[in-house]
């Protein structure tokens, strides 16, 4: 691999992480209502004044607040919440990443497995009875908001039928003889909101492949597939499918970037302890520290993983290089 | 053929899940009793401090006040009974008060609690007032400091005598902690505010926390220790609902909660005619008002858009044009009263109903407009006397539709009287930036005419409430109406240093009927509490005040040592001393909760950035997983079409 394409793309790598960085620190203070008197609107003049001399906000924005906030976020220190006084934005994060990540990362694996699959079948089985009823629902359930889904699930299977708890990640305060038993008790905390997360990309997806396979199945090399007298299930397995895919895996590439805004509303709704809850406490509250946090977080990971993915595809395809 | 980049990312994907599904942090308790018995409480707030400096939200006091007690504690009438003081006594002129602290009384962690932890406390306020130093966010140091103390001591361990500079009641009616000297000394009182205060908590109070999740739950195990009556719970938990008051009323339903607080008007109705619970609706500390920009003075570039708002007789004739009752109906479901004077019903011993009431009557409203100086012109058009048309801009916070539907009332209501009103929703940070006035931000433009809002104010003093039209409060931002009256401002200072609390009746009732009749406020509706709970796990509900009031987030904790066990019958309830409950943080409890994760490898709670990073990490991989998996197939289908 070219050192010159390596240098290239860290460059450009550094120059969009410099780049949020400034955005960041710009995008929060920009909003309307400063945090003192958002978070307690009728605290005395002197306190608020105390509490911005605390959290650095009594300075001139440029440059002392600026710089500041450059020398500590280039060391690596995020600052102190506002909102959930003398914690660091550190921990904060790290209580919250994990359940995001785990919400949305087995949503996309099922949404992935039974969409594609849905719609696969719907597109080869085309005008069957699968096929009317299957693109119905998904045409539904693709139209239908996060939240829409999640207070039906909510009020039918755990409000009125009482099968699965309402909110939150475990029970609370329980106490468990076996991790089997923790498991299953984080796994009914998990059922709705995972489902609903896997209901809201399911219509998406199937409803794509479903119309990528029929596209594929008309083909010339179907036909002369099925020429040579191959099976028709042979024709869809090796043929038609891998070639199925290729937008199918487009959209779900496209859709990793939408974690957070997907997270807001479902987290909302079973008060999934996540960063999507997070990030409305902290905007609810003007938390500029958490705010940052957040946004930092996803913006220089997704710079990151670009990064990564053009190093990793250069290497994998000679002709990007040149 | 080759494996196709959906199989190798389904595959990681579900490895990863794996990996990701055994690292939940695992929640560690403290040993209990076998079966303990939980009230599971539910709730809109979620606290952002547990630290008691840190107090403001109702739920922050709820939480300080299970761990702590008050020095003198509020009964079911809100009279002084026992908290911290077994006993106390006022000298003759008035000045000092003499506190018995009771013998033996102990920590949750088994230290004594004398009279010298109630001295510290107290001087730790006192001291950091006078030094101008603010603890926490300030609410609640001023409850000693309100109280007029001068000097406190504390000449035996029994004995704490405090001295005011002025004749005054209100040492007996702190809504402030106190706290364990030997916990609390190390903070010093200008960053008290950064201290934690990690679960779990030293305390005197009848609930300790024991671990706090944020914006998710608080728990508290029974202190062994508690002077009181036993309450049957063995635990409380209060569960955190923002922004999900569905959810929560979906968790009362399905059993998961014993108690919720503030259901929607619909869900309240709906959950009272349910069997075995219990429905109350209470009066409440706030109200809705619309508002006036009735600044006096005149901003370039900014201020309202006519002088009309500074005119009493033109804010009283709008009076007029509102249907209350229709608001309270139509908007809030019958719930709560309808809104008059600044000091809202909850405050029984000081509110009072106007002298004057003002009518739905909206052919008044134009006489009392013509008569006032505002005729109509040709056009329908109502003119101030400037003779330009009234055309007014009506702002609302965006965050509850209540305030939206409001609006449009009024605007309806305005129009036959020739005056136009344009609403908007904004933001309530937007909101606070266009309410204010130069004296506070030099730069600042208190450019908006009416708005909808409303306030929220102190359990058991209408101080707060008041303070919103002293001339002082434009200067430190503590005002959206911007309103100034010097009599208003020395009746206030009247009733803040009255002896009693019957002194200061008079005058805070002389001060609501100015406010009626100035109508820089027209308040709109008072709010209500809408607390429901079941009553086949727990009996004896006691509600504060009695009858009318709710059981919990009150003043004080007594309604929690007062519950009793619904399913035993003859629930007998043990007094003080020995309880055989050997549950909760003599032994075993008093390792923290939070301190020991159970079998994970990655507890998030002690190593937070180690587990930070590991999830940025995975974070990573997936999104590189995804880029790369997009950018091979988008690739191959340009060499599939190159082929071609």
Redesign the interface.
Same mark, same amino acid.
């Given at each position: 691999m070219g050192g010159r394409y390596l240098a290239r793309k860290m460059l450009q790598a550094i120059i969009t992480i410099a780049f949020i960085v400034l955005l960041n620190f710009l995008l929060f203070r920009l909003?309307?209502?400063?945090p003192d008197?958002?978070?307690?609107?009728?605290?005395?003049?002197?306190?608020?004044q105390?509490?911005l001399e605390?959290w650095g906000l009594d300075r001139p924005v440029f440059p002392d607040q600026f710089v500041a906030y450059v020398g500590a976020t280039l060391q690596g220190d995020l600052g102190?919440s506002f909102?959930?006084?003398?914690?660091?934005v550190?921990?904060?994060?790290?209580?919250r990443?994990?359940p995001t990540?785990?919400l949305f990362?087995?949503g996309?694996?099922l949404a992935?497995?039974i969409g594609?699959g849905l719609g696969a079948y719907s597109g080869w089985k085309r005008g069957g009875p699968v096929d009317y009823v299957g693109n119905g629902i998904s045409l539904i359930l693709y139209s239908m908001p996060y939240f829409v889904i999640g207070?039906i699930l909510?009020?039918v299977l755990?409000?009125g039928l009482?099968w699965f708890?309402?909110?939150?990640?475990?029970e609370?305060? #329980?106490?468990?003889s076996s991790?089997v038993d923790?498991?299953l008790d984080?796994l009914a905390h998990l059922a709705l909101p995972l489902t609903t997360v896997a209901i809201g990309l399911i219509g998406q997806y199937s409803i794509l492949m479903r119309a990528s396979i029929i596209e594929t199945l008309g083909e010339d090399y179907v036909t002369t597939a099925r020429a040579k007298g191959l099976t028709e299930g042979y024709i869809l397995r090796?043929h038609a499918?891998?070639?199925a895919?290729?937008p #199918?895996?487009?959209l779900?590439?496209?859709n990793?970037?939408y974690v957070i805004a997907g997270a807001i509303t479902v987290e909302?709704?079973?008060?999934w302890?996540g960063l999507g809850?997070?990030t409305?406490?902290a905007l609810n509250?003007?938390d500029y520290p958490v705010l940052q946090g957040v946004f930092l977080?996803?913006s220089i990971?997704?710079v990151?993983?670009?990064f #990564?993915?053009d190093l990793?595809?250069g290497f994998?395809?000679p002709r990007v290089r040149s | 053929?080759?494996p196709?980049?959906?199989h190798r990312?389904?595959r990681l994907?579900?490895a990863?899940?794996l990996v990701?599904?055994l690292?939940?942090?695992?929640?560690a308790?403290p040993a209990?009793a076998a079966n303990p018995l939980?009230l599971?409480i539910g709730t809109l707030q979620?606290p952002?401090?547990i630290?008691p400096w840190?107090a403001?939200l109702v739920v922050e006091y709820e939480i300080f006040q299970l761990n702590y007690d008050l020095l003198v504690g509020f009964g079911d009438d809100l009279q002084p009974i026992p908290g911290f003081a077994e006993s106390w006594t006022q000298s003759s002129d008035g000045l000092t008060w003499t506190f018995k602290i009771r013998t033996g009384m102990k920590w949750s962690d088994g230290q004594p609690a004398t009279s010298e932890d109630a001295r510290w406390t107290i001087a730790y306020a006192i001291d950091a007032k006078k030094a101008?130093?603010?603890l926490?966010?300030?609410?609640i140091q001023d409850y000693f400091a309100d109280a007029g103390i001068d000097s406190v001591a504390a000449p035996d361990p029994q004995t704490l005598t405090i001295h005011t500079t002025y004749a005054t009641q209100r040492v007996l009616s702190m809504d402030a902690p106190i706290l364990p000297k030997h916990v609390w000394e190390k903070q010093a009182a200008a960053s008290v505010?950064?201290?934690?205060n990690p679960a779990p908590i030293v305390g005197s109070g009848p609930y300790q926390a024991v671990?706090w999740?944020?914006?998710?739950?608080i728990?508290f195990a029974r202190n062994p220790n508690y002077w009181g009556n036993h309450g049957a719970a063995d635990?409380v938990?209060i569960?955190?609902?923002?922004?999900?008051q569905?959810?929560m009323?979906?968790?009362f339903?399905?059993?998961?909660l014993d108690y919720i607080r503030n259901p929607s008007a619909q869900q309240f109705d709906q959950l009272k005619a349910l069997p075995g619970v219990t429905a109350v609706e209470a009066p409440a500390t706030g109200f809705t008002e619309l508002g006036f920009n009735t600044y006096a003075k005149d901003i370039p570039g900014g201020g309202a858009s006519t002088k009309a708002l500074r005119d009493p007789a033109f804010r009283d004739a709008l009076g007029y044009a509102i249907d209350k009752q229709a608001l309270l109906d139509k908007v809030y479901h019958g719930k709560g009263t309808v809104g008059t004077t600044l000091v809202p019903p909850y405050y029984v011993q000081y509110h009072v109903e106007p002298a004057n009431p003002r009518t739905f009557d909206i052919n008044l409203a134009k006489q009392k407009l013509d008569q006032a100086g505002y005729p109509l012109n040709g056009n329908g058009q109502r003119l101030d006397k400037q003779g330009k048309p009234l055309n007014l801009r009506l702002y609302f916070p965006n965050d509850d539709p209540s305030y939206a539907t409001d609006a449009q009332f009024i605007a309806d209501w305005f129009t036959p009287l020739g005056i136009k009103i344009k609403s908007q929703g904004l933001?309530?940070?937007?909101?606070?930036?266009i309410q204010t006035a130069p004296e506070?931000d030099p730069k600042a433009k208190a450019n908006y005419d009416l708005y909808i809002w409303g306030?929220v104010g102190d359990n058991n003093d209408p101080n707060?409430l008041l303070?919103?039209f002293l001339t002082s409060s434009i200067?430190?931002?503590?005002t959206d109406s911007l309103y100034s009256n010097a009599q208003y401002d020395s009746l206030f200072k009247q009733q803040n240093e009255a002896p009693t609390a019957d002194a200061r009746k008079a005058p805070i009732a002389e001060m609501q009927q100015l406010i009626y009749d100035q109508a820089p406020y027209h308040i709109l509706a008072n709010d209500s509490e809408l607390h429901v709970w079941h009553t086949d796990k727990f009996a004896n509900w006691q509600q504060m005040p009695a009858g009318t009031g709710t059981p919990f987030f009150v003043m004080g904790a007594l309604n929690y040592t007062l519950l009793t066990d619904a399913t035993a019958v003859p629930s007998p309830t043990p007094a003080g001393s020995a309880t055989p409950a050997a549950s909760a943080n003599t032994g075993p409890a008093a390792t923290p909760a939070a301190a020991t994760p159970?079998?994970s490898p990655a507890p998030?709670?002690s190593s937070?950035?180690a587990?930070?990073l590991l999830?940025?990490v995975?974070?990573?991989?997936?999104?590189?997983v995804?880029?790369?998996?997009?950018?091979?197939?988008?690739?191959?289908?340009r060499k599939?079409q190159d082929e071609e």
């Open positions: 909003m309307p209502g400063s008197r958002v978070l307690a609107r009728n605290l005395p003049l002197d306190v608020r105390v509490l605390r102190d909102k959930f006084q003398g914690v660091s550190v921990d904060v994060l790290a209580g990443i994990w990540l785990l990362g087995l996309e694996v992935i497995i594609l207070m909510l009020m755990s409000g009482g708890p309402t909110s939150g990640m475990l609370m305060g #329980a106490t468990y991790f923790q498991l984080f090796r499918l891998p070639n895919m290729l #199918a895996v487009t779900v590439a496209i990793l970037g909302l709704v079973f008060g302890p809850t997070l409305v406490e509250s003007r977080l996803l990971s997704v990151l993983a670009n #990564a993915a990793l595809y994998l395809d | 053929m080759r196709s980049a959906v990312a389904i994907g579900s990863l899940a990701a599904a690292l939940v942090p695992a929640s308790l209990r939980v599971r979620s952002d401090s630290n840190n403001s101008g130093t603010t926490g966010l300030g609410y505010g950064d201290f934690t671990e999740k944020t914006g998710q739950y728990r635990e938990d569960r955190f609902f923002p922004d999900a569905d959810t009323v979906q968790a339903k399905r059993g998961e933001d309530t940070g937007a909101l606070t930036d506070y306030w707060t303070k919103i200067a430190s931002a503590g159970a079998p998030a709670d937070g950035g587990a930070l999830g940025a995975l974070l990573v991989a997936i999104i590189i995804g880029l790369v998996a997009w950018r091979m197939a988008a690739s191959r289908r599939d």
